[in-house]
């Protein structure tokens, strides 16, 4: 099995920064995509930023410029730099990765337990 864990949420200003990180472990051959989604209260679960095995990246319109997604792919980890926060950013954040695994061998789609991000005064 594969596990997510996810490290950096918290409460922070307006205009703040915050950095999100997000480790798989487990039974790893490889990772394809990975991404960070955010659903907040009342609301459907969205997606925040997408980044590739390759490195080629996509973001939600509303965190355009102001997010930045990458991923270290010798430790299994993506990462997502949060800058310029706005209280409408403030959600749960979850973690998401598509793994190939050993054993048993296959394809899954993991998500992490979640992180929560505030953005308040």
């Known amino acids: 099995q594969v596990q997510l864990v996810e490290s950096g949420g918290g409460l922070v200003q307006p205009g703040g920064s915050l950095r999100l990180s997000c480790a798989a472990s487990?039974?790893?051959?490889?990772?394809?995509?990975m991404g960070w989604y955010r659903q907040a209260p009342g609301k459907q679960r969205e997606l925040v930023a997408h980044?590739?095995?390759?490195?080629?990246?996509n973001y939600a319109d509303s965190v355009k410029g102001r997010f930045t997604i990458s991923r270290d792919n010798d430790k299994n980890t993506v990462y997502l730099q949060m800058t310029s926060l706005k209280p409408e950013d403030t959600a749960a954040y979850y973690c998401n990765a598509v793994v190939v695994t050993k054993f048993p061998s296959g394809r899954g789609d993991y998500w992490g337990q979640g992180t929560q991000v505030t953005v308040s005064s």
């Open positions: 980044i590739t095995s390759g490195g080629s990246t």
């Open positions: 487990g039974s790893i051959l490889s990772i394809n995509a």
